[in-house]
């Protein structure tokens, strides 16, 4: 049966070998824990597409050690453009690996078209975890590793969390425990599309200033952030990165998400009938009572409806971004535990509130943080914004 093994060099051991005979491991990284098998072998491949069930047009990123096997993963024709595409992508590398950031370029011809999810793109990336990197280094092939949770379910942050959702799926599962996940959210991802020209695909830790900083070119280099959102809004198309559909990370709880303009409801309310308030979906119109509603807050946005509902907890009471972004997950998991929950609210952040501090390095980043965390929780209640009516 599945298990939770240990970091332990025999461990590790262990793990290197079932991984070598073909069969999956969940491993950590300083982002979520990943669900790994080797990317060369086409039926591995389409065993952890089936044990995710997750569409065989969503791409896998390939994890390694080192960023010559990265650049393995990638179009190896001699063209001066394809030459300098990938010189601009090893650059990008070699400043921000190991670490949260996938970098997405055309396959090379050698590797399965399953890892590409039919796209002949694929994403590479050397995640920052020493346990990972301790098994990446005692393997001859580059490890496949989408999220290691079901498809379209909250990411895992923890062992815990992969062998909830993945432990009866695959009897033969190993799960490196490496704790809880240091960032919290999924890598940045971007997309090398040419030698003067790249598209983030997915916001992540690493920020856009950090990606202009890494760049060292002779002639300018165009960054373009793509509006996922929009671009792929179910799974029949097939798409060159991951990350990329509207639903996603979703609690097993209906989701809204609440805007300013929702509380000016309560702006002559007394706090008793805010108790008896209902939260109304955007889409479906169905009425939830806040009474069986779980509110996730940031910055005590929503705390005027603690008292009156059925669970509640702030990512960051201090309004800390990196906060946010490490207990994300894990909030949305537990709002499927709360008894009697039969919906979930959060803030539209970018709608509340931005960073005080501007014009600094520091404020920069929590912005991109900031739109990163707002992405996951937007796709968490597939775009949709609550109302509010009393009863």
Request: charged letters at 20%; aromatic letters at 6%; glycine letters at 8%.
């Amino acid at each position: 049966m599945a298990s939770i093994i240990t970091g332990s060099d025999h461990d590790i051991g262990i793990a290197v070998r079932h991984l070598t005979a073909g069969k999956l491991v969940a491993f950590p990284t300083e982002t979520v824990y990943g669900l790994g098998g080797n990317a060369l072998q086409d039926d591995v491949v389409k065993k952890i597409y089936a044990v995710k069930g997750r569409p065989s047009t969503d791409p896998l990123i390939c994890h390694v050690d080192s960023i010559e096997k990265a650049v393995d993963l990638w179009d190896n024709s001699k063209t001066e453009e394809n030459q300098k595409t990938v010189a601009l992508a090893q650059t990008i590398g070699k400043k921000l690996w190991p670490g949260p950031i996938t970098i997405v370029m055309r396959a090379n011809s050698s590797l399965p078209l399953s890892v590409t999810g039919g796209s002949g793109f694929v994403g590479a990336r050397i995640p920052n975890h020493p346990l990972t990197l301790k098994v990446l280094g005692q393997l001859s092939f580059p490890l496949a590793g989408p999220s290691a949770n079901t498809f379209g379910h909250v990411s895992p942050t923890t062992a815990e969390h992969v062998y909830a959702d993945l432990a009866s799926r695959d009897s033969e599962l190993l799960i490196l425990d490496g704790g809880s996940c240091e960032v919290g959210i999924e890598s940045t991802v971007v997309k090398i599309t040419s030698c003067t020209s790249i598209e983030v695909l997915r916001r992540g830790k690493i920020t856009i200033n950090e990606i202009q900083s890494s760049i060292e070119s002779d002639v300018p280099v165009t960054i373009e952030v793509r509006d996922t959102r929009s671009k792929f809004k179910d799974a029949n198309t097939p798409m060159d990165g991951p990350g990329q559909l509207l639903t996603h990370y979703s609690p097993g709880v209906p989701a809204q998400l609440v805007t300013p303009a929702s509380f000016t409801l309560f702006s002559s309310a007394k706090s008793e009938d805010v108790r008896d308030c209902y939260i109304c979906s955007g889409s479906t119109g169905e009425k939830f009572p806040l009474s069986s509603t779980v509110v996730i807050d940031f910055n005590s946005v929503l705390s005027t409806l603690k008292n009156g509902s059925c669970g509640y907890c702030d990512l960051s009471s201090t309004g800390s971004v990196t906060e946010a972004s490490k207990r994300v997950f894990e909030a949305l998991r537990w709002s499927e535990k709360v008894e009697g929950a039969s919906n979930v609210i959060f803030p539209f952040l970018s709608e509340w509130l931005a960073p005080t501090q501007t014009g600094t390095p520091d404020a920069q980043m929590d912005l991109d943080l900031l739109a990163a965390v707002e992405d996951r929780l937007f796709r968490a209640a597939s775009g949709k914004v609550a109302s509010f009516a009393l009863a």
